[in-house]
């Protein structure tokens, strides 16, 4: 893996919306044609607090809820700009619940 990120919403599930996922900085020198794959999913446990689906707090929900995705391609982009200088970013904000 290249990187990670988490974007949890907060709107009312079924509707479209559009998401940005920050990844923070990576350097990686990737050979011309490498193929990516972005994975999209309603959880990433343990690594990030458990998702409920329900809007409860991810650590202390008791009721939880199955959820439903759908990315579509058309509109979709992956921005990979090239940045020439280094940059401090946060750890991961979930990494201390």
Partial sequence: PLAFGIVRR???PG????ITVPLGTLGRRLPAGTRL???VAGHHFPAHAR???TGEDPVT???LAPSHRTVHARGSALH???VAR???V???PEICR
């Fill in 37 to 39: 794959r972005a994975e």
């Fill in 90 to 92: 946060e750890p991961v």
């Fill in 61 to 63: 929900a008791t009721r």
């Fill in 10 to 12: 907060t709107d009312p």
């Fill in 80 to 82: 990979l700009p090239v």
């Fill in 51 to 53: 998702n409920p689906h």
């Fill in 15 to 18: 509707r479209a919306a559009d």
């Fill in 86 to 88: 280094r940059r401090y």
